[in-house]
């Protein structure tokens, strides 16, 4: 399934990124971001529990007068994981969101919520929550100071790097220094030997009209790109697989030799059982006018 379109006006997005972040500066003015103590903050109680694998990632419950979050350990959210840092500040995006949080109040039902990182954000109140979530564990300003660094390192490298600062999982990370980097053109997660979502960047969509990706299938890839050679490797490697391909080879309507068929680097990583990240950045050998539209 392909991420979500960014569906918010930039009035109502730049609302959010910034409740976000003044959030984060006043819990948090220094480090990575702790959701736990904006909850404590907020004496709003956060319980860990085994709530069953098909169930939810967080919930934010609104009972007696009173707020409880639950975080799912039976889906990979241990206390202190990434994705339990995500989870929970997902749910701290329903709980500081005026319009979410009184909804809440106002008798709609406990909410429950599945980690996304904007892949499940099929409504727009799901969205905001990420958006939130994700500025608030990766503070605009903070966010920006520590990518403009890494330049020069390969787009996955440094989310790699950033991850590490900012105490986030690599999709959350890579997703958000995507938008940063005006040479990134995609990102593609492979799961179960198909694609589970990707997200082609605005900037290349429109103005490059990359509208179809050609590559559903793993049997559909060139055996010795960087994308199979993660997949076929253990899931216990950290190897960040470093291919060439072109823009022809991937997106559909894109005539051979053109001006549009892009030299792209192809970079993938393993991540453990879950799948593969996939990041197509136009080659640094072959640069090309990159589109204007994505800023620091
Ligand atoms: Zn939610």
Redesign the pocket.
């Known amino acids: 399934m392909p991420v979500r379109s960014n569906k918010l006006s930039r009035e109502r997005e730049c609302e959010i990124v910034e409740l976000a972040e003044m959030h984060a500066d006043e819990a948090c003015p220094s480090g990575a971001v702790d959701p736990l103590a904006i909850f404590s903050n907020e004496e709003v109680p956060v319980i860990f529990g085994s709530y069953g694998e098909g169930t939810f990632d967080g919930m934010l419950e609104f009972k007696a007068g009173k707020f409880a979050a639950f975080c799912n350990i039976d889906r990979g959210n241990e206390k202190g994981t990434a994705r339990a840092r995500f989870t929970l500040a ?1 749910e701290l995006g ?1 709980l500081l969101i005026p319009e979410h949080r009184l909804a809440l109040m106002n008798g709609t039902a406990a ?1 429950s ?1 599945r980690c996304g990182m904007f892949d499940g954000a099929e409504d727009d ?2 969205f905001e ?1 990420d958006l939130f979530a994700s500025n608030l564990l990766m503070p605009a300003r903070r966010f920006e100071l520590a990518a403009k660094k890494l330049v020069s390192a390969t787009p996955i490298k440094a989310a790699l790097s950033l991850k590490e600062q900012f105490k986030t999982s690599i999709l959350s990370t890579a997703i958000r220094y995507g938008e940063h980097r005006t040479e990134v053109v995609a990102l593609i997660y492979w799961k179960d030997e198909q694609i589970s979502w990707r997200r082609i960047q605005d900037a290349f969509f429109y103005q490059h009209q990359f509208r179809k990706w050609k590559l559903d299938k793993v049997s559909q890839l060139p055996p010795d790109c960087a994308t199979a050679a993660a997949l076929a490797g253990s899931h216990s490697s950290l190897e960040v697989h470093d291919s060439v391909l072109s823009a022809n080879f991937c997106f559909e309507r894109v005539a051979m030799g053109g001006h549009r068929d892009l030299i792209l680097r192809e970079e993938a990583l393993r991540l453990g059982s879950h799948g593969v990240l996939t990041v197509l950045s136009v080659h640094p050998k072959f640069p090309t006018t990159t589109p204007q539209s994505v800023t620091w």
Do not use: D, N, T
């Open positions: 997902h329903h909410h919520s109140e799901e929550a």
